[in-house]
Structure formats: structure tokens, C-alpha cells
T-cell receptor, first 115, second 115 residues
């Protein structure tokens, strides 16, 4: 069964500092991997996704993530955070076999930005 | 396009009451799903549908029923509400293609409290 682990429940960084959010996955085949962001009181918005090819993927809002098969990781990074990045971030792994489409989420990392 | 809409936004029920959470999308998406979000547990899949007339169980289906009579609508029914069903519920939809991923679009959520 597929699973996702986000080891950091809560991270606090200063505005302008760099950010890395960790994600480890378990999946039997080549995974489809995603990062979503949820602002307070809102639904989820897709930041970026990885299917195949280049292991460094670029997303919206200046975020990027790197797929490392050997470490079963898909960490999210941003070189300089802004106060508006304060939100909860979810990593997810997808199974998209026809007739068995499922998306499994991690437990999330809450990001706090301090001035 | 309104995207994915959910009603109501907030609901308070007493134990044993029944209710239906509404979800509609205007993007002609085949795939629709319901998740519940609980603190420290991320999003967990309740039920999903790959097209009108077809539904299947997700990770936490007990206590919930779904049906899919049209492409646009995917209501979630609680037959006899329990305090353990207090949660935030998200509906999502996407196009569907074999062996490929299409972005899931999320609704704004319904916050349900069962007393």
C-alpha cells in the first residue's frame, strides 16, 4: 500500500530565509508525487507534481521539489520565503491505474513565518 | 466556471441525525472524490467515483454513503451522525485518463460538528 510521511509537524522560519519541507513516500512502482498548499480556511491548491523525467520540478509561487528515488524522498524547497507562504503543506502520492485512482496524503507540515 | 462547489460551509448536527453534504463541479470531470481532514491525520479518502453510476470505497468509508447519478454532482450522506464524524470534508474532481494524472481540484470544504 502506498503511504507518505511528513516528519515535521510544524516549522517556523524567518521571512527571507530558505525553506525545505521533507516528504518520504512508500510506493511499489514509479510514483506520481505532489505537493499541495492549504491556506487557512481554504481548500487545497496544487503547487507542483512529478511523474517522470527531470527530478527537479518547478512549481508555482517560486517553489521547487526534488525527487530522489534512492532516498524515497520528494522534498519541497523555496530559496526565500514570504509572509504569504504561511500555510499548511501536504505531500501526496498517487496511484493512477485505470479504475483504481487514489491519492494518499501525508499528515501535513504547518509553516509559520516570523518577521 | 465556478469550479468545485460545496454546501453547506458549516453544519452542526446532533448524534443520530442524518444529512447530505453537497458537491458539484462544472468542469465535466469524470473523477470525483470525498476526503475528510482531521488534525494530525492529513486528508483521508472516504469514497470516490470514476464516472456517473460508478462509486467505490476509499480508506475510511464506514458511516458514509455516496451515489453518482450525474457527472456534475457527488453528494455524501451521513445516515446516523456520530461525534467521530466531526471533521472538515473536502470534495475534489479531475479529468480521468488511463495511466496519466490530471490535477485534482478541491472545493472550499464543509466544516461539520457532531454533538
Amino acid at each position: 500500500a502506498q503511504s507518505v510521511t511528513q516528519p515535521d509537524i510544524h516549522i517556523t522560519v524567518s521571512e527571507g530565509a530558505s525553506l525545505e519541507l521533507r516528504c518520504n513516500y512508500s510506493y511499489g512502482a514509479t510514483p506520481y508525487l505532489f505537493w499541495y498548499v492549504q491556506s487557512p480556511g481554504q481548500g487545497l491548491q496544487l503547487l507542483l507534481k512529478y511523474f517522470s523525467g527531470d527530478t527537479l520540478v518547478q512549481g508555482i509561487k517560486g517553489f521547487e521539489a526534488e525527487f530522489k528515488r534512492s532516498q524515497s524522498s520528494f522534498n519541497l524547497r523555496k530559496p526565500s520565503v514570504h509572509w504569504s507562504d504561511a500555510a499548511e503543506y501536504f505531500c501526496a502520492v498517487g496511484s493512477f491505474n485505470f479504475g483504481n485512482e487514489k491519492l494518499t496524503f501525508g499528515t501535513g507540515t504547518r509553516l509559520t513565518i516570523i518577521p | 466556471n465556478a469550479g468545485v462547489t460545496q454546501t453547506p460551509k458549516f453544519q452542526v448536527l446532533k448524534t443520530g441525525q442524518s444529512m447530505t453534504l453537497q458537491c458539484a463541479q462544472d468542469m465535466n470531470h469524470e473523477y470525483m472524490s470525498w476526503y475528510r481532514q482531521d488534525p494530525g491525520m492529513g486528508l483521508r479518502l472516504i469514497h470516490y467515483s470514476v464516472g456517473a453510476g460508478i462509486t467505490d470505497q476509499g480508506e475510511v468509508p464506514n458511516g458514509y454513503n455516496v451515489s453518482r447519478s450525474t457527472t456534475e454532482d457527488f453528494p455524501l450522506r451521513l445516515l446516523s451522525a456520530a461525534p467521530s464524524q466531526t471533521s472538515v470534508y473536502f470534495c475534489a474532481s479531475s479529468e480521468r485518463a488511463s495511466g496519466a494524472y490530471n490535477e485534482q481540484f478541491f472545493g472550499p470544504g464543509t466544516r461539520l460538528t457532531v454533538l
